[in-house]
């Protein structure tokens, strides 16, 4: 069993940045792959942003160059820097962790990117 936890939400101005951190508990982190997901109030969940258990990214087009993900095993927690936020950027992001076949799901935070 893992829990994940996000923090770091919050409201934000365009062009501000957010840094999302995931804590995960219960089992052996860098085994998983962890992602970012996000989602709007009457749209899909989609994924962000992945970081495999080998420290490869990969991003969805709307951030690439906007956003980082990271990760750092011996705190057992998932990153993502957001930067250049735009209104289109609101959502609750959810934090993900995958060892086939299972798989983990936060709470989620909720990000608005408003004046």
């Known amino acids: 069993q893992v829990q994940l936890v996000e923090s770091g939400g919050g409201l934000v101005q365009p062009g501000g940045s957010l840094r999302l951190s995931c804590a995960a508990s219960?089992?052996?982190?860098?085994?998983?792959?962890m992602a970012w997901y996000r989602q709007a109030p009457g749209k899909q969940r989609e994924l962000v942003a992945l970081i495999s258990s080998g420290g490869s990214t990969n991003y969805a087009d709307s951030v690439k160059g906007r956003f980082t993900i990271s990760r750092d095993n011996a705190k057992n927690t998932v990153y993502l820097q957001m930067n250049s936020l735009k209104p289109q950027d609101t959502a609750v992001y959810y934090c993900?962790?995958?060892?086939?076949?299972?798989?983990?799901w936060g709470q989620g935070t909720q990000v608005t990117v408003s004046r």
């Open positions: 993900h962790a995958g060892a086939s076949p299972t798989a983990y």
């Open positions: 219960g089992s052996i982190f860098s085994i998983y792959a």
